[in-house]
């Protein structure tokens, strides 16, 4: 997804919210198939209204791979074999329906085929993105059209009752496999390394919106203004290290847990007062396996969604904002991500986009003080913090 942020710089998230570039071929070929049907729209007059759909889901799924093999000319040649055997096998079958002869067993092969590749592919590190899982979901509906039971009404009851459970399963692992699928491919993203993840990399993980930067190398002056500031910041946030003087203070360190706890102080969010290292949004804190707190640094946070964040240490202070985040009013936090079919916990709402913000770690040792630092990372500083004691 692109967003159009301030400075006229551009915000790129996940795809699994969005359409990948690389598939707009396909939407154009289910386009020209819906005009070519809507032409010729006379001739399926006389189809049964299950046929009709099971007809234009068969070929619709079938121009949408066929334009997938066209958007993915610069892949490796095998996927767009696979794209361009999908595509036949599919029409094929929408063929045998508009012929009268039904999708058959055979039918319901392909459709499973082409419902499991789709699996593979997601987890094997192709970011997934709407078009893919929409063309899934209309291919399941097609899969539920070809085995729909017989007349046998004993038999339609038990037919119907493993068919449903057996189609929902079909849609879970679909979902699941999208929502594994977009980690993984973010994880695999060349600017993914070892300890953390750099905000900016090519393709950013559900719900983190990340700003494509012209690339430029680091600079003496980019280390020193980070070096500068990341000391302030330390300096500034040392009495906060006692969760006690934090809430003194605002912050909302009640219920601290776990490894990643953000403490906010309201009063600090509006305040005009951009980057300054007394004065930081949130305090960000973990809890050793001793149970004793530790300040592990701070979330800087921009007032107005939209507006970009001071690079002061040009790449090496890269901000970033969140996207679709799901957010419970009663208690209020967060509750996680909108999942890949457009649905967020009970009781949580869809946040669309947050303002911009960046992360300081002030802890010794850290990867790098910007950025995300990786649990694994975290887990064995807190542990070695809890050995020492």
Same mark, same amino acid.
């Given at each position: 997804m692109n967003i159009p942020i301030a400075h006229g710089a551009v915000a790129s998230g996940s795809p699994l919210y969005d359409a990948s570039p690389e598939h707009v071929a396909a939407v154009l070929a289910l386009v020209l198939l819906a005009g070519v049907w809507w032409s010729r729209r006379t001739s399926w007059a006389s189809l049964a209204p299950t046929d009709g759909l099971l007809i234009a889901l068969l070929a $619709?799924? *079938?121009?949408?791979? !066929? +334009?997938? *093999?066209?958007?993915?000319?610069?892949h490796d040649t095998l996927i767009r074999v696979l794209f361009v055997t999908d595509a036949a096998a599919l029409g094929w079958t929408a063929r045998r =329906? !508009? $012929?009268?002869? $039904?999708? &058959?067993?055979? $039918?319901?092969? =392909?459709l499973l085929g082409s419902i499991a590749a789709y699996w593979v592919s997601a987890i094997g590190g192709e970011a997934p993105d709407q078009i893919g899982i929409a063309t899934k979901l209309g291919e399941i509906l097609a899969l539920a059209m070809v085995v729909r039971p017989g007349p046998s009404v004993r038999r339609r009851a038990l037919r119907s009752a493993a068919g449903s459970l057996a189609l929902g399963l079909l849609v879970i692992v679909t979902a699941a496999s999208a929502w594994a699928g977009a980690f993984r491919a973010s994880a695999a993203d060349p600017d993914a390394v070892a300890g953390h993840h %750099?905000? +900016? &990399?090519? %393709? /950013?993980? /559900? &719900?983190? %919106?990340?700003?494509? #930067?012209a690339e430029r190398a680091v600079t003496p002056a980019d280390r020193a203004a980070v070096d500068e500031f990341v000391q302030a910041t330390r300096v500034a946030l040392a009495p906060y290290a006692d969760p006690a003087r934090a809430a003194a203070d605002g912050y909302r360190v009640g219920g601290m847990h776990g490894i990643d706890f953000h403490a906010p102080n309201p009063s600090h969010e509006n305040d005009g007062r951009v980057l300054d290292p007394a004065r930081p949004e949130t305090l960000v804190y973990a809890v050793a396996?001793?149970?004793?707190? %530790?300040?592990?640094? !701070?979330?800087? #946070?921009? /007032?107005?969604? +939209?507006?970009?964040?001071p690079a002061i240490g040009g790449p090496l202070t890269v901000w970033h904002a969140h996207e679709h985040v799901c957010v419970s009013l009663t208690p209020p936090g967060l509750t996680g991500l909108l999942g890949p079919l457009g649905t967020c916990p009970v009781g949580s709402i869809d946040v669309p986009l947050t303002s911009e913000m960046i992360h300081v770690w002030i802890v010794p040792g850290a990867?790098?003080?910007?950025?995300?630092?990786?649990e694994a990372w975290k887990r064995a500083y807190l542990e070695a913090i809890a050995r020492r004691s």
């Open positions: $619709g799924s *079938a121009a949408i791979h !066929a +334009g997938l *093999a066209i958007g993915h000319a610069g =329906v !508009a $012929g009268g002869r $039904g999708a &058959g067993r055979l $039918g319901a092969l =392909v %750099v905000h +900016g &990399g090519s %393709v /950013p993980p /559900p &719900g983190t %919106v990340m700003p494509t #930067q396996p001793d149970g004793r707190p %530790v300040l592990l640094g !701070a979330l800087f #946070q921009m /007032p107005r969604i +939209g507006e970009s964040g990867p790098e003080a910007f950025g995300d630092l990786d």
